[in-house]
């Protein structure tokens, strides 16, 4: 059976855990949506879901793309307006304040040839 819900503002699900968790490409709209507590609730709920040694995927959308779609609505230019955690630091907080393990580039792999424009980097974060 198929669930759909806000997984930033869901409930726990404590007997379910995951051996691996996706976030691509919806960093960004979460950040905009829910500002940077948003953000931090997402990633804590992540880590919360995942089995020991279990891998999270992280794709992060590069600040100027939140500059390209920061008036989508007033919710997200508000956020926009206040956002204090970028981007670049998201590794930052997913080891020491998370408390993910390690991380590693996994790359864009073949998407770099793409025309899509999807060549952005690609984190692997291990529990």
């Not at 007997?15 to 960004?28: G, N, Q």
């Not at 880590?47 to 500059?67: D, H």
């Not at 393990?101 to 291990?126: A, H, Q, W, Y």
Request: hydrophobic share 35%; proline share 5%.
């Amino acid at each position: 059976s198929s669930k759909q819900e806000n997984f930033v503002h869901g409930r726990d699900s404590p007997e379910k855990y995951y051996d691996a968790i996706l976030c691509l490409s919806v960093t960004k709209w979460i950040h905009l949506n829910w500002g940077d507590d948003g953000l931090i609730t997402l990633f804590m709920r992540i880590w919360k879901l995942l089995r020991p040694g279990g891998i999270f995927v992280l794709e992060p959308q590069p600040w100027v793309s939140y500059e390209k779609n920061r008036r989508v609505s007033e919710t997200t230019a508000t956020n926009f307006q206040n956002i204090k955690l970028y981007p670049k630091e998201f590794q930052e907080i997913l080891l020491d304040k998370i408390g993910f393990r390690t991380v590693e580039d996994i790359g864009s792999g073949g998407l770099s040839s793409s025309k899509t424009g999807f060549n952005r980097p690609i984190f692997l974060f291990r529990k």
